[in-house]
């Protein structure tokens, strides 16, 4: 049974960094590309970030680029998002997800993983 859990979630001033983290288990977890996706009250899930299976490569919102930092260590089957310089606008439930896909443009989109988490609440407060 694959589980993805998030944790590191919370509330944090404007400014202000959190690391989130994403446990996975039940999966060969080098075989798959992650993602970080977010979904505010009302609004649908966006992409936030991925990386591929080796770590070497990443992708980024245009809106986060530049503050949020993926990686990944696969030796703990965990991969992390690092979000500094935090705005009210990055309010959300942030959700990991692992994708079997190879083409990275598909890492953009939710159906491109065929495993979630059940997301952890980040709240910015201004």
């Known amino acids: 049974q694959v589980q993805l859990v998030e944790s590191g979630g919370g509330l944090v001033q404007a400014g202000g960094s959190l690391r989130l983290s994403c446990a996975a288990s039940?999966?060969?977890?080098?075989?798959?590309?992650m993602g970080w996706f977010r979904q505010a009250p009302g609004k649908e899930r966006e992409f936030a970030a991925a990386i591929r299976r080796n770590g070497g490569n990443t992708y980024y919102a245009d809106s986060v680029k530049g503050r949020f930092t993926i990686s990944r260590e696969n030796a703990k089957n965990t991969v992390y998002l690092q979000m500094n310089s935090l705005k009210p606008e990055d309010t959300a439930v942030y959700y990991c997800?692992?994708?079997?896909?190879?083409?990275?443009?598909?890492?953009?989109?939710?159906?491109?993983?065929?495993?979630w988490g059940q997301g952890t609440q980040v709240t910015v407060s201004s």
């Open positions: 039940g999966l060969t977890f080098s075989n798959y590309a």
């Open positions: 997800g692992a994708s079997s896909q190879y083409n990275s443009g598909s890492y953009y989109y939710p159906y491109a993983y065929g495993y």
